[in-house]
């Protein structure tokens, strides 16, 4: 049955009134109709068109798609993949930066560390979590988790979902860009392995930071790119309304960064997208996960670094 809390982007408004009907004639039925088959016959419509739709989207569609609020965010893959969790807090120079989760618990039964962006799923917890942002604070501390994984032999995996880091007064006098560049670092030096998985928006070097890893997976509906498409827009028109322009233009979609050899493999959604069966989603990507973990298993440390940058070194030069 459709949740009725279900959020409907703009270009889903023929699936939305066809479930708005079929909610309706469920009341009906509920009430002693014998209107079955007729129900079963537009849940079949809208399932069919709902597939339909998103078989072939833009990518502004998948823009859109990929900031739905009800795509599943980092604690929810934390909830449904990792047991024994323990977050760690802070940088050990400023502070904590809480859009920025990390800690250590067990994957399938395996010791792993965990970092990613957290987002927030109400007003308050997007405002505690500053919407995925991360400040400098942030990207330290992934560093400090990086390290102390390294230097215990642990396996990192990177949760990636934000539309960038964290561009205030603030985090710039804090050293903004010298944190994300030496996050960055901290990932290609890593003798173990760590795998990095875009579940929504994979926005500039505030997602790099996180993802330079020796697996790139992504969800099929995420996006990927240097830039958001209303920046793009504002900086090569001077016109922020042309993000829908910027988007089909600058190739963000995991299509193309597979293509492009960016990424190592597209988890592919269920019908309408990761917000729709939250669940799904997350048994899809834990099974990637464990692949992807069991492909870098035997390897040695100074052999894990050499893959993962000959993996960055090959971008651009290697098409898929």
Not at 97 to 126: M, Y
Request: hydrophobic share 40%.
């Amino acid at each position: 049955m459709p949740d009725p809390m279900r959020s409907y982007l703009d270009f889903e408004k023929p699936v939305a009134e066809l479930e708005s009907k079929i909610d309706e004639l469920r009341t009906l039925a509920a009430s002693g109709s014998d209107i079955g088959d007729e129900v079963a016959r537009i849940e079949d419509k809208a399932a069919q068109a709902l597939t339909d739709l998103y078989a072939n989207l833009t990518p502004w569609q998948k823009t859109l798609v990929a900031r739905h609020p009800q795509r599943p965010h980092f604690t929810d893959f934390i909830g449904g993949l990792i047991t024994e969790f323990t977050p760690m807090a802070g940088d050990r120079k400023f502070a904590d930066d809480e859009a920025l989760i990390g800690g250590f618990g067990r994957f399938r039964g395996e010791s792993i560390c965990v970092v990613g962006q957290e987002k927030g799923a109400t007003t308050d917890s997007r405002i505690k979590h500053n919407f995925g942002m991360a400040r400098p604070e942030g990207y330290r501390k992934a560093v400090r988790l990086m390290e102390m994984a390294d230097r215990f032999g642990i396996p990192v995996l990177s949760i990636v979902d934000s539309a960038g880091a964290y561009p205030g007064i603030g985090a710039e006098e804090r050293g903004q860009a010298e944190a994300i560049a030496r996050s960055t670092d901290a990932c290609l030096s890593l003798g173990v392995p760590n795998i990095a998985i875009v579940t929504g928006e994979g926005m500039s070097g505030g997602a790099i930071a996180i993802t330079t890893a020796n697996r790139v997976l992504m969800m099929e509906h995420a996006i990927y790119s240097v830039i958001s498409p209303e920046a793009a827009s504002s900086i090569l028109w001077r016109d922020g309304t042309k993000a829908q322009e910027a988007a089909n233009s600058m190739k963000i979609t995991a299509q193309d960064m597979l293509r492009f050899g960016v990424i190592d493999q597209i988890l592919k959604e269920p019908s309408g997208g990761a917000h729709r069966d939250p669940a799904a989603m997350i048994a899809t990507t834990g099974d990637a996960i464990a692949q992807a973990l069991n492909d870098l298993r035997n390897l040695d440390p100074d052999a894990i670094r050499k893959q993962r940058r000959q993996k960055f070194l090959d971008i651009g030069r290697k098409l898929a």
